[in-house]
């Protein structure tokens, strides 16, 4: 309304000025360039306005003629823009199809039309990923890091694509490019840390995991599991060029920021033992046992004294199941050594309490044995050879990532790369109860008539795929290592000291 009102006082005002011009007597008079122009106020001032129309009319037509018409450049290039995205669209709609060759074509195509804009390059490295073509994608992710804006993210593509191949340091060495493209970047610190881990840097992955824990990448908890790695890690590397007191330090600065970590404990031990200090080693043991009991703990329990009597095994199995009597493998081990012992009675009495539900497979091979030695009826045998067949399989170490089951803790998962995901975990892991036979038969070695038959079957997960650096609880094969040399009879030596 406002603007209403000022238009018309502006219109009223200019007509006013007009009229008032036209009763003026006299003329203007303009010379210029030996022209001599002579006219009246209002001619002169229509004049003026008649040659800003003109200007304005043909810049108009101008601006029309450069971007207006469809074959001018701004057109063409939009055209060209708007095909190139429709293009990526159905790359992505190929790609989730599964039509990774279409994908490629249609993604190859968008280069083109996008001149080289990032979305394509990442379409169509995706669709030479999925089509096995890893040099492609290898050039299209570098293609995409020589853009100014996606520097970073070819650098990530590139990271990715080495890491699944298992190139580690080729990985490293690009995940390092883009942490310093991009300091700050959570995921280039984690994928930084995670490849030093994997590769044993540990000075330096020490350096990154402070980096990330300052930058709350990592909480406490996570922070003190990665840490405990690394100490770890350094240890078995120690122990490996030959420096067992550094290692034995390391082992038990692990286990000071992470208590229940078995397999520093078990290295610890071993380290301890071969120093010929098995007090020391046996109360790492059962300090470890006591917040989580684990078959390694107890198989290195076991090997601190391979030669011991079935008896002084048992006696040292009871200190060792006192603090958590209840524990479902303190009952285990327990009843295992008191199977070895001849203590029938005590075997079934600690297993009694586990029969109810779905029993492990391991009560029923324990029970089988107990029954055989006995000389039980054929049906008792049988009852017991159904459970250890049919019965819940053994706890196992799981990624949390991914919920691959390993027996054995390892630094890195073989199935998804994740690190330090393992957690010792009570959900079974499928037929890891068969791998029972072998456990048992390493604590029941001091009697030897009830050692059960060799085990035909295998582990429940792939062992052992992963890098050769990657930290592993190695108990089982250090048990094997083990010579009649290294028996010292640990009670004997309680006693004397
Ligand atoms: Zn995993």
Redesign the pocket.
């Known amino acids: 309304m406002i603007r209403v009102l000022l238009g018309l006082a502006l219109l009223a005002g200019l007509a006013w000025l007009a009229m008032f011009a036209a009763d003026q007597p006299g003329t203007v008079t303009i010379n210029w360039m030996g022209y001599r122009i002579q006219a009246s106020l209002v001619a002169l001032a229509l004049a003026v306005v008649a040659v800003i129309v003109l200007i304005w009319v043909v810049a108009r037509l101008w601006s029309w003629l450069r971007g207006g018409t469809p074959m001018s450049p701004q057109k063409r290039a939009l055209r060209k823009s708007k095909k190139g995205l429709s293009e990526v669209d159905a790359a992505l709609s190929a790609l989730a199809a599964g039509d990774a060759r279409k994908a490629l074509s249609l993604g190859q195509a968008a280069i083109k039309h996008l001149d080289g804009a990032g979305v394509a390059y990442v379409v169509s490295a995706q669709a030479a990923t999925a089509l096995g073509k890893t040099e492609l994608a290898d050039e299209y992710f570098d293609a995409l890091a020589q853009t100014p804006q996606g520097k970073f993210l070819g650098l990530r593509g590139r990271v990715s694509e080495a890491r699944r191949l298992g190139h580690v340091s080729k990985a490293l060495a690009l995940a390092e490019d883009a942490l310093e493209e991009a300091p700050r970047s959570d995921w280039a610190i984690a994928t930084a840390f995670e490849l030093e881990t994997k590769l044993g840097k540990w000075a330096d992955a020490e350096t990154t995991l402070r980096k990330a824990t300052a930058k709350s990448i990592f909480d406490a908890d996570t922070s003190a599991r990665h840490l405990g790695a690394i100490r770890y890690g350094e240890a078995l590397k120690a122990r490996d060029d030959d420096r067992p007191a550094d290692a034995a330090r390391l082992a038990k600065q692990a286990l000071a920021v992470r208590p229940d970590f078995a397999p520093a404990a078990v290295l610890a031990a071993q380290l301890y033992k071969a120093a010929g200090k098995l007090r020391a080693a046996s109360s790492i043991l059962q300090k470890a046992w006591k917040l989580g009991p684990k078959p390694s703990l107890a198989e290195s329990y076991a090997a601190l004294n391979p030669m011991e009597t079935a008896e002084a095994r048992l006696d040292r199995f009871k200190a060792l199941v006192k603090p958590i009597p209840d524990h479902p493998e303190s009952r285990l081990r327990l009843a295992e050594a008191a199977l070895g012992a001849n203590d029938f009675t005590l075997a079934e009495e600690t297993l009694k309490p586990m029969l109810d539900g779905l029993p492990r497979a391991r009560v029923g091979l324990i029970m089988g044995q107990v029954a055989t030695a006995r000389d039980d009826g054929a049906a008792v045998r049988a009852k017991w050879a159904e459970l250890a067949q049919r019965g819940a399989p053994e706890p196992s170490y799981t990624?949390s990532?991914?919920f691959?089951q390993r027996l054995h803790w390892t630094s890195h998962?073989p199935?998804?790369d994740?690190c330090n995901?393992f957690e010792w975990d009570l959900s079974p892991a499928p037929g890891a109860g068969l791998l029972a036979r072998d456990e048992l038969h390493l604590v029941g070695t001091a009697n030897p008539a009830l050692a059960p038959p060799a085990a035909a079957a295998q582990p429940p997960t792939v062992a052992g795929s992963a890098v050769p650096t990657a930290p592993q609880d190695q108990a089982s094969q250090d048990d094997a290592d083990a010579t009649p040399s290294e028996a010292i009879d640990v009670s004997a030596e309680a006693k004397a000291s």
């Open positions: 990624c990532v991914c691959t998962c199935t998804c994740s995901s």
